[in-house]
């Protein structure tokens, strides 16, 4: 087939999201770049969205787009579920306040239908997102293990603050041998300390694993792994048990980050999948289906760290009976088990319990006919994935880490999506795609029409 590429990726880009481009000069004049979180942003500006409603969202130029960012997959049960709004307002009117600043029962029937899904999970605390939840769990790790430097995996997110953004997205010629990864900042203003006490490992390399572990056997107390990188790269199961059995052995925390894969693979995530049991685990997103929920469980001996019960309160003193505030892991926080989001949670519970099975159909025959189309138009090019999130990389080879991820043809892939834009297909360019309950089979079948023209658009052939 010929190749007739566009002469712009985003040629009427700017047309026909005119409002957007307007709107985002204007939120420009209130927040840096317009946005309240970076990942917000993209080139040349953001599409704004003004509704939604299961799997489709308008923008503020009325256009209808059927979303597959799901809010980088939050929305599991898609926008607007109405089991979940009913589940909120109906917590507002029985209990009459939504937030009570004491114990609640929510939290512990949101807690035993998470154990009963993850059962690794013997005591578990919420926070508000999978960034304090992260953050608790590498806290609680050092306190059992009294050692403060981690590891983490190149290319892994676990959250923005300066021990974990490290080594992220880093420039692969400044990254250093792939078997003993450089640890480089992903963010301006970060103090260089942090750089030697966060260890980067490469994912899916057991024997560098294992190498470098030994190597800090006495200063690293945690382990914390993406078990699925970017909730679509999967690990090799033999790797997965390696650092299982190499941390166990070293007396290291092995936490799973399963914010992005949790309920997402299965109900008990890539945990379950892999059959590899963590001795901590932190979920996020499609946990709260939307609204803002972090949780950190584990077992139970490492867990009962954060217990305040016989120790100081940092605010009050003259409840101490152990110590100082010193002698208790600190973990506070204002909305931690919020009353709505837990009743938001256990109704995304139910819904999934449900329809979990038949999402992860539509997402494979997605899939299937993405891989179908890719073919019949010789791209080089395939999805990667499992459960309801997968990511179209254009390569044929096997991708088994970041630095694989980087040498498959990402500028085609950002302007394959940006001619999806065009056809009503939505999600951050080069994002992965996160399927929900409420995408239909005519969703799924109306996608596969608009891939095989964004292929024809991109790879040549006829313009639309
Ligand atoms: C694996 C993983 N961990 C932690 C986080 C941070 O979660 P949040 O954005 O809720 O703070 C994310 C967010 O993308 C994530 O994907």
């Known amino acids: 087939m010929a190749i007739q590429k566009l002469e712009h990726p985003m040629f009427d880009y700017q047309k026909k999201t005119s409002s957007s481009k307007e709107f985002m000069n204007e939120a420009a004049q209130v927040m840096p770049g317009g946005v309240t979180a970076n990942i917000k942003y993209f080139e040349p500006y953001p599409i704004v969205m003004k509704y939604g409603k299961g799997a489709k969202l308008i923008d503020m130029d009325n256009q209808e787009y059927i979303d597959y960012l799901m809010?980088?997959?939050?929305?599991?049960?898609?926008h607007g579920h109405n089991e979940v709004k009913k589940a909120v307002i109906e917590q507002m009117e029985r209990d009459g306040t939504w937030l009570f600043g004491t114990p609640h029962s929510l939290e512990v029937e949101m807690g035993k239908r998470l154990q009963q899904h993850f059962p690794s999970m013997e005591?578990?605390?919420?926070?508000?997102?999978?960034?304090?939840?992260?953050l608790l769990a590498l806290r609680i790790a050092a306190a059992h293990t009294g050692k403060h430097k981690i590891a983490k995996f190149e290319g892994h997110y676990h959250g923005g603050y300066d021990q974990m953004l490290v080594s992220v997205s880093p420039p692969v010629h400044q990254a250093g041998d792939p078997?003993?990864?450089?640890?480089?900042?992903?963010?301006?203003?970060?103090?260089?300390s942090h750089l030697r006490n966060t260890i980067v490992l490469p994912f899916n390399d057991a024997k560098a694993?294992?190498?470098?572990?030994?190597?800090h056997k006495d200063e690293i107390g945690a382990v914390m792994i993406e078990p699925i990188q970017a909730g679509f790269i999967p690990a090799d199961p033999s790797f997965l048990k390696g650092?299982?059995?190499?941390?166990?052995?070293?007396?290291?925390v092995l936490i799973f980050d399963e914010v992005k894969t949790g309920y997402r693979t299965c109900l008990g995530g890539a945990q379950h999948i892999y059959d590899v049991k963590p001795d901590l685990t932190t979920l996020g997103k499609a946990i709260g289906g939307g609204y803002p929920i972090g949780v950190v469980g584990g077992k139970k001996e490492i867990m009962m760290h954060s217990s305040p019960v016989e120790g100081a309160d940092v605010f009050d003193s003259s409840q101490t009976k152990s110590g100082t505030a010193k002698d208790v892991l600190f973990?506070?926080?204002?909305?931690?088990?919020?009353?709505?989001?837990?009743?938001?949670?256990?109704?995304?519970?139910?819904?999934?319990?449900r329809e979990l099975e038949s999402t992860l159909r539509k997402t494979e025959q997605l899939k299937t006919g993405m891989n179908e189309l890719l073919k019949k138009y010789k791209v080089k090019g395939q999805t990667v994935g499992t459960g309801s999130i997968f990511s179209v990389v254009l390569s044929n080879m096997k991708i088994r880490n970041y630095r694989d991820l980087q040498k498959t043809d990402l500028a085609t892939r950002k302007e394959l999506d940006f001619s999806l834009f065009r056809k009503g297909i939505y999600m951050k360019p080069v994002n992965r795609y996160s399927v929900s309950t409420a995408h239909t089979k005519e969703d799924i079948e109306n996608t596969l029409d608009a891939f095989e023209k964004a292929l024809q658009e991109v790879y040549g052939g006829s313009r639309f």
Do not use: F, W
């Open 71 to 78: 809010s980088y997959g939050s929305l599991v049960t898609g």
């Open 123 to 134: 005591l578990l605390r919420y926070t508000n997102s999978g960034t304090e939840a992260t």
């Open 179 to 192: 078997e003993s990864p450089e640890s480089l900042p992903d963010s301006k203003g970060m103090s260089t």
């Open 209 to 215: 694993c294992k190498r470098i572990l030994h190597e």
């Open 243 to 252: 650092l299982r059995q190499v941390t166990e052995e070293l007396g290291m």
């Open 331 to 353: 973990h506070s926080g204002t909305y931690n088990g919020h009353p709505m989001i837990l009743a938001a949670g256990m109704a995304v519970i139910d819904i999934l319990e």
